[in-house]
């Protein structure tokens, strides 16, 4: 089985920073792709970023330029640099990693961006 640990949730002001890491553990195909959702209540749950093992990144448009996804692949981790936070950021985070038909999701870390 996998699972996954998120951690670095919180609080922080407009304009902030937080850094979210999400380390993945059990029986992972080397080959697969992590990525950061995000949801809030009555929406459904949207990519933020996604990284595959080979480092190519897709981001959300409302996210680019702010947000760096990475990975360190002998950990099985990834991070989610988040920069110049907006109140519209606020939101529950999950971690997921998939590979073919798998997917296997986070507990959710929440991060909210208020003054």
């Known amino acids: 089985q996998v699972q996954l640990v998120e951690s670095g949730g919180g609080l922080v002001q407009p304009g902030g920073s937080l850094r979210l890491s999400c380390a993945a553990s059990g029986s992972i195909f080397r080959d697969n792709v992590m990525g950061w959702y995000r949801q809030t209540p009555g929406k459904q749950r949207e990519l933020v970023a996604s990284?595959?093992?080979?480092?190519?990144?897709n981001y959300a448009d409302s996210v680019k330029g702010r947000f760096t996804i990475s990975r360190d692949n002998a950990k099985n981790t990834v991070y989610l640099q988040m920069n110049s936070l907006k109140p519209e950021d606020t939101a529950v985070y999950y971690c997921?990693?998939?590979?073919?038909?798998?997917?296997?999701w986070g507990q959710g870390t929440q991060v909210t961006v208020s003054s």
């Open positions: 990284i595959g093992s080979g480092g190519n990144t």
């Open positions: 997921k990693v998939s590979w073919f038909l798998s997917n296997y």
